[in-house]
Nanobody, 113 residues
């Protein structure tokens, strides 16, 4: 059974940083790409970043240069480092395993002064 558990969200001031974590279980993590999505109130869920099994990455234009996705296969975990946060980054952030079409429960990120 695939499980994805996010953590690390919270309230941060504009310009601040957060690091989200996603612990995966139930599949051979190192073999598959992983993604982070987000959904703001009243908006559709959107792809934020993806990392392949080999470590190549891609990002939404809105977060390029500010966010970094990484993975630790020894810990079955994927991370999202978010710097220079803006109010428009406020959303629920979800970890996603495309191979299994499986979502985490989400973690709230609020950027506000």
């Amino acid at each position: 059974q695939v499980q994805l558990v996010e953590s690390g969200g919270g309230l941060v001031q504009p310009g601040g940083s957060l690091r989200l974590s996603c612990a995966a279980s139930g599949f051979t993590f190192s073999r598959y790409g992983m993604s982070w999505y987000r959904q703001a109130p009243g908006k559709e869920r959107e792809l934020v970043a993806h990392i392949s099994s080999s470590g190549s990455t891609n990002y939404a234009d809105s977060v390029k240069g500010r966010f970094t996705i990484s993975r630790d296969n020894a810990k079955n975990s994927v991370y999202l480092r978010m710097n220079t946060l803006k109010p428009e980054d406020t959303a629920v952030y979800y970890c996603y395993a495309p191979r299994y079409i499986s979502w985490g429960q989400g973690t709230q990120v609020t950027v506000s002064s």
